[in-house]
Every structure is written in structure tokens, then in C-alpha cells.
């Protein structure tokens, strides 16, 4: 039977729920048990895929084509497994299932309220997900900070599973923070004392608290905290700033809370096999080089925009003990006249990751063509490969007037253009050629080398496609096609081989980079890139 984890948040938003649920279910696959993830997130869209990048971050996609939420990017990093559309689950995804059912007449004409109606949705979706995946502990994240009062119904939601279930069968997790007062040198319980308090009064006990900290808490403290919020000492555990957030499984390991998890389910407590990820934090540890690879995006202001490509760049640079700086480059500024070797100075390598609309294209293609023209490794995303293709067919084939209908709908050449199912599409969110295909690999490409193999999956995320009326006049021109999708004859990979290192491809291989199997693209691009010193 199933067994559930819930983990709440408290206090503040941003103290690391969703590493802390990542970690758990590290710890609890490293233990043997068939661990599963997912996300509640009480926003109304129903799922991330049209909120703007620098308000909220990357948008993260399953192999299954599901737009979520970048927690489950870290889900996904830590225990290497992948997750599907029963993963996210958004306010806006449960009240328009309510509501089409509504509509349909399935209430049988009863009235349709929060309990039980949207809480049942919610249940169900819970449940659903330990059905479908047949784990044997699914970790639950639930979005916000407890006191939201868009998280109500979820918070009340769990509050019957809790009574429904029992301790035998859910454990919840809340994460709060201990602050640390400079002037009287303390830290300070009471933020967590209101918080539980806060949880208590929605019907639900915490079995656990993960405390955020600067430091280790003392005993008073924990004693302090067991007594005032009914959880027993040995089931507070400190989350100690890291400087690496890979560190954090094995500081939670430590003070044994997945052991303490395993026992209030009955489970048996089996030995954990820890050995791959403690080899992954020696080698982090002992990196004995640097590189500097620019990353030139639209969406640089806020990091995370681009939180799994940068990821996937560490993952690579780990695997020649190497430490990768990423140069964040904007690129609108590019489109002002800089010195573009001043820009890019110290720089090994170029990528250009995805995004959408025209803002910042131009500036993309100006370092594309700096890439090619000057002969250093470049890797191409999404948008960026589209880009390259674009940057290629101007400067190399003198193709006049060349764009993407993405940004001029009545440019003379479409090089990249709406697949024909595209052009009738009204609604944004959901509607793009989205999660794993299939590409099949030209032998002998770098692409076939890299791989190593001729039939590869990749997640994808976009909604225009390279144009092959303009296939044959690159090809003469010196690009190659290296992967294609021979159902829908799509390309998929392109690259340029007189070049050092130049490859793009339509997908986003990001998303399948681990830290422990780094992605192929991302392990020729950085060694390319390391090679270029």
C-alpha cells in the first residue's frame, strides 16, 4: 500500500520545500523503496506554461509533455526518475475540472462547494498519482506558505487524508526557519512555534520540522520547539545553509529523518546506498579547473529562467572535475554596438538557450555569428537553434529578407514556420509540440557521436519548425541535419562541421541532464569548450 509524505511550508516563502521533499525521496530510494514526486501549486493558471520566465522561473516539461513547475526539475535531479502530468497540479487545473464537470452534470445537480467537491478533486489527485506510478511513498510539495489563503483547500484537503489514512500511512514535513538576531545574538523559535500553531488550527499535526538555519540548533532549542509544537525532539532536524544544494541530502541522512520516516510507516528501515551521490560531492568538492561558458538569453535577469540549462552545464563540467562559470549575457545588450570581444574575453563557449517573442533575437544572432565567425564551441537551444539557422542562412547563404514568422509574419523567406497543424491554433498555454520524440541520427555527425547511438527521445518545447523548402541551399553551404524526426519529417539537430564545435538542436535537452549522467550535448559542448583554453 501506498504510503504519503506532505511537505508544508511556513514563516517565509523560498526556504527550500522542494529541495527538501528532492531530498527525502533521495534518502528513501537510496533505502530501496519506488519513491514518486509531485507539486501542488495554488496559482489559478492552470499550468506555468504562459507566466513570463522572470516572474516565476523556468518552465519545466515531463516526458509525457506536461508544462510544469521547476521544482520538478530538482525532483527529477535528485532521483533521477521521470515524472508525468500527475506530478503539477495547479488551482487553476482543479477548479476547471470541477467546473467541466459541473457542466456535464456529473454532481447529479447537487450544489457544488470547496468541500467536498474541490477537496475530493485534490484527494483524487493524490491518489491518483500513488495509482498510477505504483510508488511506495509518494512526497507531496503543497506550494505557498501555510496562511495563504489561496491554499486553503489544499491544506484542508490534507487534513483528511491525515484523518482518513492515519500516521501509519502519511507523515508531514513542515518547513519553517529559525532567524538568527544579530543584536542579541539568538535564534529565535517563535516564527515556527506561530507557524505550527497556524497548522494546528487547520486540523493537521506535523510529524516533522525541517528548520532553516544559519547554524545548528542547540538541544534547548529543539527541546524547546518539541514542547511547544507537540513533535518530538528527535524529529526536528536543521536544513544548515549549504553551499551547494547536492550537500543537503546527506546533512538530512545524518540526523536520520528518512530513517524516522520509514519507522512511523512500519517500513523496514533498509540500509542506504549512498555511494554514487557521495562520489558526485567529492568530485564537486575537488574540481581542479575552471571554465567560462556565456550564456546569451533574454530572460538573464532572473537566473532561474534558465535554472536546468545552467544545471545540466555544472553536471558536464563534473564529469572533467571542472568548474563551469556561467557569463550571463543579455542579450538586448548585445544589439547596442559592444565590443563583442571584450564581451567575451575570457569565453570558452557560447550557448544560446530557448525563450519566445522577437525582444532580445537580434542580439542572439550577433553572438551566434560570433561563434561561427570566430570559431568557438557553441550549443544552440530550442530558440537558439532556430536562431542559428536564421543567423546561417543570412550571413553564409545571403538569403535576403530570411526570418522566423515568430517575428515577421510577412518576411519573403519563412526559413522557420508554424507546422501546418500550428496555423489554426487560438489558445497559448498547452498547444505546443511539447515532451518526448523521437530523432533519428545521421552516422558519422557530431551529434551520432556524441550519442552514440542512431534513435534518440528528447523532451521539446516550441511551436515553429526549421522550414525544409531551404534544406537543400544550407546543405550546399556547408550545415548538416543530423537529426530528424522521421514521423513528422521535422529537423532536429543541426550542425555546421568545418566549425570547432558548433551544434543546435530544436529540443531541450536540459531537462534530461542528472547530476550524477550528465546529457551528452552538454558533456561535448563543455569539453569543447574546456579544449578551446
Known sequence: MTKYVFVTGGVVSGLGKGITASSLALLLKARGYKVFMQKFDPYFNIDPGTMNPIQHGEVFVTYDGCETDLDLGHYERFIDEELNYTSNITSGKIYSSVIEKERHGDYLGATVQLVPHITNEIKNKVYEAGLTSKADIV?????????????????????????????????????????????????????????????QNMGIRPNFLVCRTPFSTSDSIKEKLSLFCSIPKENIVDAIDAKNIYDIPINMH????DELILKQFNLPVNKANLKDWENLLYVMDNLKEEVEIALV???VELHDAYL??????????????????????????????????????????????????????????????????????FLGICLGMQLSVIEFARNVCKLEDCNSTEFDP???????????????????????????????????????????????????????????????????KGMVFSGINEESNLVEIIEIPKHKHFIACQFHPEFKSRPTRPHPLFVSFVKASIDNK
Open 297 to 299: 538569453g533574454k530572460y
Open 254 to 257: 545524518k540526523q536520520g529523518i
Open 139 to 199: 512526497i507531496t510539495e503543497i506550494g505557498g506558505t501555510v496562511g495563504d489563503i489561496e491554499s486553503q483547500a489544499f491544506i484542508e484537503t490534507l487534513r483528511q487524508i491525515q484523518y482518513e489514512k492515519g500516521s501509519t500511512e502519511t507523515a508531514f514535513v513542515h518547513t519553517t526557519l529559525i532567524p538568527y538576531i544579530i543584536g542579541s545574538n539568538e535564534l529565535k523559535t517563535k516564527p515556527t512555534q506561530n507557524s505550527v500553531k497556524d497548522l
Open 308 to 377: 536546468s540549462v545552467a544545471e545540466a552545464l555544472k553536471h558536464a563540467g563534473y564529469k572533467y572535475q571542472t568548474k563551469v562559470n556561467i557569463k550571463w549575457v543579455n542579450s538586448e545588450d548585445l544589439e547596442n554596438n559592444l565590443d563583442f570581444k571584450e564581451v567575451f574575453k575570457n569565453t570558452k563557449g557560447i550557448i544560446v538557450p530557448g525563450g519566445f517573442g522577437n525582444r532580445g533575437t537580434l542580439g542572439m544572432i550577433k553572438a551566434i555569428n560570433y561563434a561561427r565567425v570566430n570559431n568557438i564551441p
Open 410 to 476: 510577412l518576411c519573403k523567406n519563412p526559413i522557420i514556420d508554424l507546422m501546418s497543424d500550428q496555423k489554426t491554433v487560438i489558445n497559448m498555454g498547452g498547444t505546443l509540440r511539447l515532451g518526448n520524440y523521437n530523432c533519428k541520427l545521421t552516422k558519422g555527425t557530431l551529434a551520432y557521436n556524441d550519442y552514440k547511438t542512431d534513435l534518440i527521445q528528447e523532451r521539446h518545447r516550441h511551436r515553429y519548425e526549421f522550414n525544409n523548402k531551404y534544406m537543400d541551399l544550407l546543405k550546399e
